[in-house]
């Protein structure tokens, strides 16, 4: 069988750069192939610059060999094939042992070449395929949100500060001439937040393989910018209008999903002349169709059984209601269903002047806090988590909660769980105690101080207790991974 193009520049550009044993990982976009290198001095630039089909080469922090859209898409994918992973997946040294791929260029070599790629890809799926699927999720999830965490960081502490003066605000404790101050932090905070979408849509797409561009642009869809208020797009399952945000970052993250399978499948059958016109045209259409009538109506279907579920709960009242809604903010919060509780907080505040959901639900993020000082302390030689936990918890104490959860628990997995369990024992607590409420609706954690009702702070301080205490113990005996616990030094 003849050798294509793309697999003759795919074995040409190993040759140049040191082989698949230099290599860290492999991406494209529309006209490059992007290459993370081990060591640069291994690359042979003018070499590789004299290749039959590279139009050039840029060498930044990483190198990008330009060949042209359509074919660098195609040329990436042999490379990461031959590789033994997915485009966009990290090269291990098990994959990165078999150098002499990238570097035998001889002709009489290329059965043994294609023999060995294919071993290696055997060899790393059977690896890959010892995993769980599940930690194979969480991992991935991990590489999407890891690159926010310094901006969910700074964000989330000007935030926090500006809900603690809000709070005071709202609380009558300092005046209005406070607004002009709370309003621009709030802007600054709603710098990331307002368009978490498009920044996850964006790594995604890296993750899986698809355009960043691309994936920007769907996470931008479920934000319904475009759409008249007056004329909203129509919620297919039950013929309600569609929301700002319906399907939440999970929701964002299975529609890239699909945007990276549609895009590799669209470029497989396009002409490279027509590739970047046509591949994304088409891309976008069919996924964006996807993720407004069939993504976000779904997420639609979950919140309205939601509603009856935890109209259900508080119906019952009592510890048990507690912890259920404690246990499972959290969850609610990632599939951004949470909003479709502000209709019932304004109702609780309009007929009896507090919402005593509030500080239920708010023990979700103690519970997030006590299992990141149990992380702490049972991986105080991993430098690398360490140095996340401290970073997220400062804003998860004032009650912003996404740093500690995409950072930290969410991708450990059994933390996620055992944090959720501390929300549930605070959540517990505080409707044990009772008649505890927020006068308007505010953020969590010690912010949410100022807005306690009737003078039941002090109260309020116990759930934060139970939560945070919650959460550490769950955590610490049954929520850390052993693997997380070894000795690991700062990159």
């Given at each position: ?19 698949i ?10 006209t ?6 081990r ?11 004299a290749?039959d ?16 859209p ?13 590789a ?7 090269i291990s ?5 078999a150098?002499?791929?990238?570097g ?10 294609e ?17 769980s ?20 960081v700074?964000?989330g ?9 809000a ?6 404790d300092?005046?209005?001439s406070?607004?002009g ?10 710098g ?19 355009t960043?561009?691309?994936g ?8 319904l ?29 299975f ?8 895009e590799?499948r ?6 490279n002349?027509?590739d970047?016109?046509v591949t994304?045209t088409i ?5 964006g ?6 993504v976000?109506?779904a ?8 509603v ?12 048990f209601a507690?912890?259920v ?5 959290l969850?609610m ?8 509780l502000t209709?019932?907080h ?8 507090f919402t ?16 990141a000082f ?16 401290k970073?997220?918890?400062p804003v ?18 059994r ?6 369990i501390?929300?549930?024992?605070g ?9 505890i ?11 949410l ?6 003078g ?6 116990i ?14 005996f ?14």
């Amino acid at each position: 069988m003849a050798e294509s193009k793309e697999q003759r520049l795919a074995k040409d550009i190993y040759a140049q750069i040191g082989g698949i044993a230099n290599v860290s990982s492999l991406t494209n976009c529309m006209t490059r192939v992007r290459i993370t290198l081990r060591d640069d001095s291994q690359v042979d630039k003018e070499q590789l610059e004299a290749i039959d089909g590279v139009m050039g080469v840029v060498e930044e922090n990483e190198l990008q060999v330009v060949v042209g859209p359509g074919i660098a898409g195609k040329v990436a994918g042999i490379m990461a094939e031959q590789a033994g992973v997915e485009l966009g997946e990290e090269i291990s040294d098990d994959n990165a042992a078999a150098n002499d791929i990238g570097g035998e260029t001889d002709e009489s070599d290329r059965e043994k070449v294609e023999s060995k790629a294919k071993e290696m890809k055997a060899e790393s799926k059977a690896k890959r395929d010892k995993d769980s699927r599940f930690k194979r999720l969480l991992k991935t999830i991990a590489n999407i949100f890891i690159p926010l965490i310094p901006a969910f960081v700074g964000a989330g502490i000007v935030g926090g500060i500006a809900s603690v003066l809000a709070n005071l605000q709202e609380a009558g404790d300092i005046s209005d001439s406070w607004q002009g101050i709370i309003t621009t932090l709030t802007v600054i905070q709603s710098g990331l937040y307002a368009y978490l979408p498009i920044f996850v849509g964006i790594n995604a797409a890296r993750q899986f393989g698809a355009t960043p561009g691309l994936g920007g642009v769907i996470g931008a869809v479920t934000m319904l910018s475009g759409m008249d208020p007056e004329e909203p797009l129509i919620n297919i399952f039950n013929g309600d209008a569609l929301a700002s945000g319906q399907g939440g970052i999970i929701g964002v993250i299975f529609a890239v999903w699909i945007l990276s399978m549609v895009e590799k499948r669209v470029r497989k059958i396009i002409p490279n002349s027509l590739d970047i016109i046509v591949t994304p045209t088409i891309t976008l259409l069919l996924v964006g169709l996807f993720t407004i009538f069939i993504v976000m109506p779904a997420a639609g279907l979950v919140s309205s059984s939601l509603v009856g579920a935890i109209t259900w709960v508080l119906d019952i009242g009592g510890a048990f209601a507690g912890f259920v809604l404690g246990l499972f903010f959290l969850p609610m919060v990632m599939f951004g269903l949470h909003q479709i509780l502000t209709p019932i907080h304004i109702e609780m505040i309009n007929s009896s002047g507090f919402t005593p959901l509030l500080p239920i639900l708010a023990m979700a993020g103690a519970g997030q806090v006590g299992a990141a000082f149990a992380i702490w302390v049972k991986c105080h030689k991993n430098k690398r988590i360490t140095r996340l936990v401290k970073g997220a918890l400062p804003v998860g104490i004032l009650g912003i909660g996404e740093p500690l959860i995409y950072g930290v628990t969410l991708p450990l997995g059994r933390p996620f769980i055992t944090a959720c369990i501390g929300g549930g024992i605070g959540g517990a607590v505080v409707a044990s105690i009772g008649t505890i409420g927020a006068t308007a609706i505010g953020p969590s954690g010690l912010s949410l101080i100022p807005l306690i009702a009737n003078g039941k702070w002090l109260s309020y301080i116990i759930g934060l207790c139970a939560g945070y205490l919650g959460g550490f113990v769950a955590t610490y005996f049954f929520g850390v991974p052993k693997d997380i616990q070894e000795e690991v030094t700062e990159d």
